[in-house]
DNA sequence: GTCACGCGTGAGAGCGCTCTCCGGGTCGGC
DNA sequence: GCCGACCCGGAGAGCGCTCTCACGCGTGAC
């Protein structure tokens, strides 16, 4: 393959050389560093451009010890994951923000607990300044393994551990699950509805759990018949729905902790002949787009702002990685919770 | 923030001390390179483990030239590209086959053509070893901007160009979608249909143009009132339904060139009162889980095995990456097109 | 016993960059 | 008009690693 590149490319030597200026200097207006006047700026700046000059990553890096890199780390227990548009939603989110810093995104994606050891090396090796990290299960190690790592982390969603824990310095960032899901119910209620059922997600999940509370906030005294647990599948959705309808024929509304599991209620409830909502209300959670309006009928849900969430992620991250600028002032990062909307369409 | 890991991180020079050979021996056993006899490599080892040494990535890099690390590039031009689950899974496949040779994946989201300046430094940089590109357009300059940048590449898809620019040699892997459209029609015909209808993608993406073109090959004398262009999304595929049966109420069979469109295909379906399969087959395209089982009924459609091309993706560009092993003896990497295969559900 | 050969190890030169010092120039103050 | 302060720019020392090259020792052949 004659490479057509073969020209190496450009050093810092090079454009000094270029602009007739030593290395420090082209250095610094490459750097943007103030202190280099106009004139040599200007010869600097036409020789990068001439040359096509871009700054070696490794070199600086080696100096900097700064990377400019983050790393996403995904947990992925369950297949489903990654599939998640949530997930990719989030990431979007990330990206543009460490886009807009100037920083690269490095994608770890484990596959079971296995490729964790792998993680932590590549972690504690100190290829990236930080750490975003999204893992479902409340008992999940990755968060330990970052931190024992010594590498600034914001985790994606509560983490398990309580609240007394948390300064450890670990930092989230979470959208208000329990008020959202605070929020459906009372809707439930004011359109009159009585015999309000939950599909829960996995109950190891923060998430899942963070909603059921604030079901029960509202409805304190509910019957635990009318309480089932998903998986955050449709189909997952669709067995908690029959096994509800079994237990509860008489009800009259369901809060379903995800929208996909909403969708695969709705299935069982045109099934076993029951409108929509007439006869049975229905309340998602996630207002996730290809689900909720595509859904027979639109689903009404829980608005979570997903790619908000995935910049916050990256902000708090960027500025927990940065050299504190005050001296010794660090304004105390704390973790974010994000407000969540009703959204109201056909479902109830 | 007292930093527990304030320990710098142990240097090829300390573990060589430690183990009481020079840095270049200390180096070799790292590498795993041969000639090291085996009680120096002992040694090296137990130094390395006792003093948890992790090489300094940009340090090699510097030096080797090589990163060790893939940019995955994705075009975003329209917003749904990144929530497809078509893509997550492709980026597993990737992630997959990267990990297993010790390679980062680096993600470079693009928000329209304005990154794509950001995008072309970047890869000119030298900051990675390779690119996989995914790009939905034909017209799409980020393979050319990739090729320009010297950065060998892969991508996602078969491009847009002529085969007569096949030797600039940029590569593809792609799955066989002109053959995989003429099974779905020939499995339409073998359960006697006969006025087939066709729901395309949009026609400036090269995997819905060889969908159509596979459809033709088998249907060439095709009215082309039974052919309707859709966008890939669920409203893109219900409203093509719905003009194809205003043109051609008659039509007992709908090949969709994607399972997302066939869904929303169904939904019109039956909303004009059309049972299927009795009255329309509906086949579609990609057998993605999440949306083919799960339709009401659930759809019969063409498999491709996304991760696979992922994975296949991530081989061939290490191997065009890597150096060229065989004295001159370039094995000519070719482009590669993985095969489709039918799977009958209960929608035809 | 001597010489040639070869394998295994160490010394040292960078890779391209940043950043700390310093030196030299310029300007203001008295 | 001279001295000191200030500021801009250059020289040079590494960052941690790889890799070439040269050297030393052990082995086998004559």
Not at 267 to 288: K, Q, Y
């Amino acid at each position: 393959m004659s490479d057509p590149s073969f020209a190496p490319r450009p050093t810092l030597e090079a454009v000094a050389a270029r602009a007739g200026v030593s290395r420090a200097t082209a250095s610094r207006v490459v750097n943007g560093s103030e202190g280099v006047r106009a004139p040599l700026v200007e010869r600097v700046r036409q020789a990068v451009d001439e040359l096509g000059y871009v700054p070696n990553q490794a070199a600086r890096t080696l100096v900097t010890r700064r990377n400019d890199a983050i790393a996403v780390v995904v947990a992925e227990p369950e297949t489903r994951f990654f599939t998640d548009p949530f997930f990719a939603q989030q990431v979007r989110g990330i990206s543009k923000e460490l886009t807009a810093r100037d920083n690269q995104l490095v994608l770890l994606l484990t596959e079971g607990t296995a490729d964790y050891e792998r993680v932590g090396r590549y972690l504690a090796g100190g290829h990236v300044d930080g750490a975003l990290i999204f893992s479902l299960h409340t008992d999940d190690s990755l968060p330990t393994l970052a931190r024992r790592a010594g590498v600034p982390t914001v985790i994606g969603g509560r983490p398990g551990w309580t609240d007394s824990d948390s300064d450890h310095g670990t930092l989230y960032v979470d959208c208000d699950n329990r008020g959202g899901a605070r929020d459906a119910v009372r809707h439930l209620l004011s359109i009159g509805r009585r015999t309000i059922a939950h599909i829960a997600g996995p109950l190891d999940q923060t998430a899942s759990v963070d909603r059921l509370d604030g079901f029960r906030d509202v409805l304190p005294e509910t019957d635990p018949a009318l309480i089932a647990e998903g998986d955050f599948t449709p189909e997952g959705g669709a067995s908690a729905m029959a096994e509800l309808l079994r237990r509860r024929p008489d009800l009259d509304a369901v809060f379903a902790a995800s929208d996909v599991m909403a969708s695969g209620a709705l299935r069982v409830l045109r099934t076993s002949g029951r409108r929509v909502p007439e006869d049975v209300a229905v309340v998602g959670f996630d207002d996730m787009v290809s689900v909720a309006e595509w859904t027979d009928p639109p689903l009404t849900t829980i608005r979570q702002d997903i790619e908000e969430m995935g910049r916050l992620m990256a902000r708090l991250l960027l500025r927990a990685v940065a050299p504190s600028a005050g001296p010794q002032s660090v304004p105390a990062l704390s973790s974010i919770v994000t407000p969540t909307q009703l959204v109201v369409r056909a479902s109830a």
